[in-house]
C-alpha cells in the first residue's frame, strides 16, 4: 500500500499533480474539497450544511470531514493505496487519520508539501475562477482560505515532521518539472530502510 498526504495552500497544484500521481501508480484520489462540492449539487444534508463554509472559506468542522473520510476508506477497502488532497487540514483531523489507517494496519507515507508563494496563488485562482467559475475562486474568500491556511492548516506540517514524513517541494515551474520532483520523494519514501 501506497499512501501520500499531497499537502500545501489553496491553489498550490494539488488537484493537478494528484491526477499525475493517480495515472502513474494506480492510486484512489480523496479530495475532501471535490466531495464536498459533490454532496453540495446533490444538496444532501451535509452539503447544504458545508456550503456556508465553503461560500466564505472556512474550514469544515472536523466531526462532518472525518465522518465523510471514514466513509471513503471503508468504500475502498481493496485499494492500492491513496492520495489524500486536501486532508488533513488540521492536527485533529491528521491524527484521526494515522488512526483510521493504523485501523487498517496501513500509515502515511508521505507527506508532500508544495510549495508556492502568495502572489502566485492568488494569480492562479483567480485565472480558474474565471474559466471554471468556482465560486470561492473569489478574491475576498482566496484571501481568506489564504489565511485559514496559515491559521488553522499549516500546523499540520508540525505533525509530519515529527515523524520524518514531511518533504517539501519546490511548487513552481512546470507541471511536468514538478512532477519530476514530487516522484523522486515517493521513490525515496519507498526504499526499503538502510538501503543505499
Ligand atoms: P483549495 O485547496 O483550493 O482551497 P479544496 O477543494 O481542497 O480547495 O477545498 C475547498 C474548500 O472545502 C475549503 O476552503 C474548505 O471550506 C472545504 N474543505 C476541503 N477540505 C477540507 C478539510 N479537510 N477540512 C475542512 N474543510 C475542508
Redesign the pocket.
Known amino acids: 500500500m501506497l499512501n501520500i498526504v499531497l499537502f ?5 497544484g ?2 493537478t499533480q494528484s491526477e499525475k500521481l493517480i495515472e502513474k501508480y494506480g492510486l484512489i484520489h480523496l ?4 466531495i ?2 459533490e454532496e453540495i449539487a446533490k444538496l444532501t444534508h451535509l452539503g447544504k450544511k ?1 456550503k456556508e ?2 461560500d466564505c ?6 466531526k462532518d ?1 472525518v465522518n465523510m473520510v471514514a466513509n471513503q476508506l471503508d468504500k475502498e477497502k481493496s485499494s492500492s493505496g491513496f492520495i489524500f ?6 492536527c485533529a ?1 491528521a491524527k484521526f487519520l494515522r488512526n483510521m489507517l493504523t485501523e487498517r494496519e496501513t500509515r502515511v507515507d508521505i507527506m508532500i508539501a508544495l510549495q508556492v508563494k502568495e502572489e502566485e496563488l492568488i494569480k492562479r ?1 483567480l485565472k480558474r475562477g474565471k474559466e471554471t467559475g468556482r465560486p ?1 475562486d473569489e478574491l475576498s474568500i482566496i484571501r481568506n ?1 489564504i489565511e ?2 496559515e491559521r488553522q492548516t499549516s500546523a499540520v506540517i508540525g505533525f509530519y515532521k515529527k515523524m520524518h514524513k514531511y518533504a517539501p517541494v519546490n511548487g513552481l515551474g512546470t507541471i511536468e518539472k514538478i512532477f519530476e520532483n514530487i516522484v523522486d520523494v515517493v521513490e525515496k519514501a519507498l526504499l526499503p530502510p538502510f538501503s543505499v
Do not use: C, H, M, N
Request: aromatic share 8%; hydrophobic share 25%.
Open positions: 500545501g495552500p489553496p491553489g498550490s494539488k488537484g479530495s475532501t474539497g471535490d464536498l462540492r458545508a463554509y465553503l472559506g472556512e474550514l469544515v468542522p472536523d470531514i488532497d486536501g486532508f488533513p487540514r488540521t483531523q485562482l470561492d482560505r485559514v491556511y
